[in-house]
Each structure stands twice: as C-alpha cells, then as structure tokens.
C-alpha cells in the first residue's frame, strides 16, 4: 500500500493463511477495511476460518487431508514395492524440466463463508466448537454452522 496506495489493488492473494492475516492487519493500520477487497489464503487454518466467518478474508484453501493420506499411502506401498504408481491415481503428467512425469494431482477445495460446514468441518479437519468460540457465535450462526 505504501508503493501504490490505497487503491492501487484490487485484493491480496495469499500463499497461506498465516500471511492473509499478516495482509489484514497492514490493511488495517492502513485504514482499509478488509472487507472491502477479497482476501485469499491457504490451509483452512482456526483463524483464516473465522476470519471468513467476520468477512475479513473472502476464502482459504482446503486440501482434504484424508484424501492426500490415503493416495500418499498408496504411493508410499507401490514405491516400496518397486513398482509404479497405481494407473488408477496418475492423473497428469507434469514438465520438471527434464522431462514429463507422472503425476497424482488433488483438487483443491475452496472453503468460503457458505461451505465451512460441509467441507472443514464435515471431513473433522476443524471442529464447530474449535472455530464457533463465543467472540464467533453469532457469525457462525448466521453462516448455518450449528
């Protein structure tokens, strides 16, 4: 905001969560409100989740866990065994510079205000009572989080 200004940006892109609120708190001191600009981070941390809930950061992102363990798992046996990856999980080939290799890519989820409580919390990522304490009840209310 110092280089460009107040209104020299559109919204911040985060890599995670930890820096979306980092983004946040210079918006703040710089006399931005939040809300006015969508904020993005990643990891669908307690914080970046009730930061979403307040309306201070538009979204995070959600990589299911479960699913990352269970194919990593499965990577993890066929590697030990000496063979490939299981046809089934390669789902791209991706160029790392000396070559295309197989690839197993997950599908990120994006987690806003309206899906908390069927992604983080329905896969036990979070908890209703981790995210809704009592400075967050009414927010998670409103958002359907019961």
Do not use: H
């Amino acid at each position: 905001m110092t280089a460009i200004g107040k209104n020299g940006f559109a919204g911040v892109y985060s890599a995670n969560d930890g820096m979306a609120g980092g983004a946040i708190a210079a918006l703040k001191g710089g006399g931005v409100a939040p809300a006015s600009r969508p904020i993005t981070g990643g990891d669908s941390e307690v914080s970046a989740i009730q930061r979403i809930l307040k309306g201070e950061q538009y979204s995070t992102i959600y990589l299911t866990i479960k699913k990352q363990a269970e194919t990593a798992a499965q990577l993890a046996v066929a590697a030990a065994q000496g063979r490939p990856a299981p046809p089934a999980l390669v789902n791209a080939k991706v160029d790392n510079g000396k070559g295309r290799i197989s690839s197993v890519l997950l599908t990120p989820v994006v987690v806003t205000k309206d899906n908390i409580a069927d992604t983080v919390i329905k896969d036990d990522l979070l908890t209703r009572a981790e995210i809704c304490t009592a400075a967050y009840a009414s927010a998670c209310k409103a958002a359907g989080i019961t």
